[in-house]
């Protein structure tokens, strides 16, 4: 896997639209296209290659609690959420 590449994805935009509080990058979204792209730059290999692991991590979090949780309806319109 290359980091480098894969760091400008997740740099630009969290898949998950809202970044979580300990994301490395949450402090850089008010930068420019341009400026991301230097801070990027100025970034070394070992320290994108924590950014990115943490996103992996981050995701499979995510992504294991959006699909464990099922939300239902009850009576009285009371939401109700269950563990699969």
Known sequence: MNDSIN????????????????CSLKGQDHLSIREKIAWIGGLEEKDKCTIVQH?????????????TKVEVKGHND???????
């Open 7 to 22: 760091i400008y994805g997740i740099a630009f935009q969290c898949p998950y639209i809202e970044r979580c509080n300990n």
């Open 55 to 67: 996103h992996e991590i981050c995701s499979k979090k995510r992504n294991y609690n959006l699909h």
């Open 78 to 84: 009371q939401d109700k959420k269950f563990n699969l």
